[in-house]
């Protein structure tokens, strides 16, 4: 009973690494809010819709519970998320595209973002291939743009 309890154990935590090593994460060099507001910025200025902002800080605090500044940015842009659904009409799941800004204890700002690359291996976007190069450069271009300071 022991050995499949460290059996499911071991599982669990090789599943829950497999899946934050399709995460990417930047530091951010400004405070929580600039990062968030720069953030939004930089999608505008790319063109792109945002279509909402969730702050999971503020829904926690409503049910009287504490959680760090938190906030994910939901964006996109039909026609690369179009071409993208029709490689695989699936991927529409993951889409829009997501950015979470948070802050630690430390009060260190982070942007994390799905690694395209993670989409490509869960469905057929093989044809799709120079589109994901293209949403991995912006998604890169966009952390980066969040996180400097002036």
Known sequence: MRKL????????MALS???????????????FQQTVTKLK???????????ATVD????AQKVDLFLAPNTMVMFGNP?????L??????????LPLKMLVTQDLNHKVW?????????AKRFDLSKCQPTL?????????LASVAGKSE
């Not at 690494?17 to 994460?25: R, T, V, Y």
């Open 111 to 119: 942007v994390t973002y799905e690694n395209p690359e993670a989409l």
């Open 85 to 94: 659904m029709q490689c695989d009409s699936q991927v529409g799941i993951e």
């Open 5 to 12: 309890a460290c059996l499911i154990g071991g599982l669990v």
């Open 56 to 59: 999971h800080a503020a829904g």
């Open 79 to 83: 026609k690369v998320g179009t071409k």
């Open 41 to 51: 910025s930089a999608i505008e200025v790319e063109g792109m819709t945002i279509f």
């Open 133 to 141: 190069s293209k949403v991995a450069d912006v998604l890169q271009s």
């Open 17 to 31: 690494m497999s899946a934050k090593a399709e995460l990417i994460e930047v530091q951010s060099e400004n405070d």
